[in-house]
């Protein structure tokens, strides 16, 4: 059964740094996408950042510049930088993974998730 498990969340002051790492399980991660979405309250989730097995980032524009995606496919672990944080960044971030090589930003696309991380960005 394929798990996936999202920690690193935390209350950070804007301008401020976090690490998100999302450890999976049960599954043949090494050739699946994963990715990083959000959702704030009352709001759609929305797709943040995407990598493939081959390393090639995807993310969306609202975070070129401040985030970064990574993955270790030895330990089955992704990873999502985030910098500069702003309040707007406040969310519940889900970790997920799509059984393709090809990256998307739907998130009907992709097949397993997490349960979430909180970030919250306030002063």
């Known amino acids: 059964q394929v798990q996936l498990i999202e920690s690193g ?5 804007p301008g401020g740094s976090l690490r998100l790492s999302c450890a999976a399980s049960g599954g043949t991660f090494s050739t ?3 990715g990083w979405f959000r959702q704030a309250p009352g709001k759609e989730r ?3 950042a995407a990598i493939t097995w081959k390393s090639a980032p995807y993310l969306a524009d609202t ?4 985030f970064t995606i990574s993955r270790d496919n030895a330990k089955n672990t992704v990873y999502l930088q985030m910098n500069s944080l702003k309040p707007e960044d406040t969310a519940l971030y889900y970790c997920a993974v799509r059984r393709s ?4 930003v739907r998130p009907s696309d992709y097949d397993y ?3 979430g991380t909180q970030v919250t960005v306030s002063s």
Do not use: C, D, I, T
């Open 113 to 115: 998730w997490g349960q």
């Open 46 to 48: 929305e797709f943040v």
């Open 63 to 66: 975070v070129k510049g401040r």
């Open 32 to 34: 699946w996408l994963m």
């Open 9 to 13: 969340g935390g209350l950070v002051q």
């Open 101 to 104: 090589l090809w990256s998307s």
